[in-house]
């Protein structure tokens, strides 16, 4: 089945400092991949939906600047927490989308950043 | 907004004993997808239904879409240890391929 790698699985970084997550889909290309993030006990919340070659959309409420997202490749997207903080801390995930519009979405383990 | 309603939130059974999860919209669905959440870990995709009234069956796991596609569950028949997680449903809500999550029902097994 399709496999998408999330690096790294976790990290714990300095408040100030910035966090880059990649997400790459090992044997399918992806021109959709979804980036998200979850509190403990709770759903999924979209950040933002990242197209190969083009700008993200970022979902309401989500700020841009902070949350950098790049998707330079068909099997590439990267998401970078600027100047991260405390409140930043969560648990993010990615998604590749497959070739057809009701494929599922195939998730990477997901990273876990702790800001001190 | 768009949301589908996804009950119970938590559930807590008996090892051998049967659950349910239910998937309620208020709007027709053209689609809906099951996946699960082990603690600690990442979603993984279970089923995907697209035609009315649809059942479909993974050995103890049955999935079915209501017939006006407004509806879904997913039964579970005596449940393991290994079915502990969390199970949300989710559905493409229009052309950009974002799914809508539902809040998704946690279940603990005692053994």
Known sequence: GAVVSQHPSWVICKSGTSVKIECRSLDFQATTMFWYRQFPKQSLMLMATSNEGSKATYEQGVEKDKFLINHASLTLSTLTVTSAHPEDSSFYICSAAGAFFNSPLHFGNGTRLTVT | ?111
């Open chain 2, 1 to 111: 907004g768009q949301q589908v309603m996804q009950i119970p939130q938590y559930q807590h059974v008996q090892e051998g004993e049967d659950f349910t999860t239910y998937c309620n919209s208020s709007t027709t669905l053209s689609n809906i997808q099951w996946y699960k959440q082990r603690p600690g870990g990442h979603p993984v995709f279970l089923i995907q239904l697209v035609k009315s009234g649809e059942v479909k069956k993974q050995k103890r796991l049955t999935f079915q879409f209501g017939e006006a596609k407004k509806n879904s569950s997913l039964h579970i028949t005596a449940t393991q240890t290994t079915d502990v997680g969390t199970y949300f449903c989710a559905y493409n809500a229009g052309n950009n391929r974002k799914l809508i999550w539902g809040l998704g029902t946690s279940l603990a097994v005692n053994p």
